[in-house]
């Protein structure tokens, strides 16, 4: 599987980056590429494919939620799950998420652990046909 | 126990570090707009968003403390932001405070030092941000619902704000590569920046394709429709006015995702490609992000390596020769041109390990910058910082090295060299006093010089100091040079001021000070007139990875001599040596140069005088204290990287450390600095100080 993590914090994408790819369960081993914001996640996109996209919200230029539009507006990207994280704290942006269609929410921080249940479930979610 | 490797937790210091280096930045910037009465609300914003980040990483790493005070500080910078508070200098004073907490988190976080109390200044930003306004329910929105749900509360809040003003709303719709979407974005941004302000890019669906996309870039700005088109130019470009809607009850809610159309306009969309399969795996694989970060000690690994790989390149150098010498020239030449080609990729591989050690000053200049501040509203002076050359780059090591050391300086200048406000004015001097930080590259130096328009020094005290602790004899006081004087400065014990404040003057003198410049391979040097002020001049070699040594051999020892503390090297003409008090000094273009004969400093024995034809002079140090070296032979100049003697000899003084020469050889690196400072100062002799002045 592979996955897209946009975060304008290096040491967040490591950290996501480690709890994923220990995930070594055969066969559903990840392979987690880096972008560090929104931009940088549109140029990644379309060297894809990804199962999914794992985005911060709050970042300058073109933000998780926009970038999350983007690909729900875009048929070629219709198969892409989308987790959202954030720190914790506005609703508003939240809210926006999940109607934007938005597969999933974890809020900063985060241990490894839920980090993984989260796109558990995503990924459990998407196969669902939801 | 925090979460995360190793990996993962040491990339969280070194972020953590620079978002509070950001942070201070942004913080610094808004405290400078503020004094000018100027607003920036992407610096408030920016703030924000490095504390934002931080709170989020304190979290994930478990840095609890880290988290609670960037907690308290988001909180206040958020509301600021969305405009529920006032921006005041109190504000600014007490974020500012929070930086200098930060850092004192952060060192607990790395070396487990004492962590500082949080609750006073907690106390106060709540009280700051007690008075938030709740003027959240003002006007609803009058935009289109599927605008509004794709913006963070920031970025409504700025569209809100812009509006409000009498702003119009655009969006430019323009169409970029993907490979070169940065630069392109960079130019319409740089474009469109007259007209107003640009509040968030939104990538429409339509038109995206494997190497082109296309953004809405939302505008709020006073021109109109033509005036955007033509500034910006191009021919992949429409500006569309965003219509505003009657205000309707609060913000109508999207059901379905799906029903979000892309923000309308007529252009035709472009048939979506679907990605070729193959280029996709092929880019994929590809290093998203541009940088890298790497530790400074794996750079120094790589670098012994280099050195390694010198030491191969000197006994290539030498076969070749014995080669030649034997008679096989052909052989000889092939290998010469070999050693050529490997010479040049080597000192390439150098050199580019060099440059990626190489960070510029603005790292400890912005600190610099907040401390002036900090003190000069303490001690209660006006001063102002004027910093040029914070481009300039050196080596990260010595970067970290030198914060302290330049605090001290600085500290020093506000505290002791400007003078208080009333002092300033009845002197005629501007009320305003003036620290001015200049860094400019000297050859294979860097020259940092920190220069006040304050007091100066006073020569009649620093002379009683002297005297008063042992380092001058009284009688000897009425003769010193002015330059003599100013460096009795560096002296221990000696200060500059009878009242010790609790800015300077903690126990840590100009003495501290040079001894870790000079631990850095650099000089001090200080310049002062009464009444219009001091400047320090510190000068420092541009890397210690790897320096350039002239090598030396004295009684049968080789030595290497750092070519930084070098400054020439002649033939010793015995007819020029005088003596002065019980002193060798060598007559040199009219002045005295006072010499030291390295056998008999290192207590070597002397070669017999029938094996001596001639010795050499090397005339070491920079600036105003300089000792001419007396050895046997000189020969040649040598890059080496220099090893540390271990902590057993770490005591030995007079030497920098060890290094391996190209004949596998060992040879001992001299510490200039050290030897100046021993042999000058053992002398005794205030006429070999100094005294050599070009």
Known sequence: ?130 | MAEGTDKAREEFLSEAQELIEGLSRSLLGLDELQNSGAEDPSLINEAFRYVHTLKGLSGIFSAKAIGTLAHRVEDALDALRLGRLPLSAEFIDVLLRTVELFWQLLSHEKDGDEPPDLQPILARIRRLTSETSSQQSREEFEFEPALLAVLTEYEEHRLRTCVERGLDLFKVRVRFGLATLDKELDEVKLRLAPLGEVITYLPTGEAASLDAIELDLLLASGSDNNAITQAIGGTNVTVEQVPRRAVGPASSPLSKPQSLEPLTSNRTAMPTQHPDSEIAQAAAIRSVSQTVRVDIRKLDVLMNSVGELAILRGALARMTERLRTDGQRQLASELHRIYRSFDRRLSELQGGILEVRMVPLSQVFDRLTRVVRQISRDVDKSVRLVVTGSDTEIDKLIVEELSDPLMHIVRNAIDHGIEPRERRLEIGKPEIGIVALNAFQKGNHVVLEVEDDGGGIDEKFLIERAVASGHVAASEASVLSRDEIMNLIFLPGVTTRQEVSDYSGRGVGMDVVKTNIAKLGGVIDLHSERNIGTKITVTLPITLAIVSALLVRCAGNTFALPLNSVSEAFSLDPGRIKWIDSREVYTLRGASLPLCRLDQLLELTPLPASNRKRRFVVVAGLGSRRLGLVTDELLGQEDIVIKSLGKSLKQVRGFAGATELGDQRVALVLDVAAIIEEVLRGSEGRELVGSLHE
Do not use: C
Not at chain 1, 27 to 38: I, K, L, P, R, Y
Not at chain 1, 58 to 71: A, K, T
Not at chain 1, 75 to 89: A, H, R
């Open chain 1, 1 to 130: 599987m592979r996955i897209l993590i946009v975060d304008d914090s290096s040491a967040t994408r490591t950290f996501v980056r480690e709890a994923l790819e220990a995930r070594d369960t055969p066969g559903a081993s990840s392979e987690v590429v880096e972008a560090d914001n929104g931009l940088e996640a549109l140029r990644v996109l379309p060297r894809g494919p990804y199962s999914l996209v794992i985005s911060d919200i709050n970042m300058s230029g073109v933000n998780g939620l926009e970038l999350l539009n983007f690909i729900r507006s875009n048929k070629s990207y219709e198969n892409v799950g989308v987790l959202l994280i954030s720190t914790q704290g506005s609703e508003k942006d939240k809210e926006r998420g999940r109607r934007l269609g938005a597969d999933g929410y974890l809020a900063k921080p985060f241990t490894a652990d839920e980090l993984r249940q989260a796109v558990n479930d995503v990924v459990a979610k998407r196969s669902a046909g939801g």
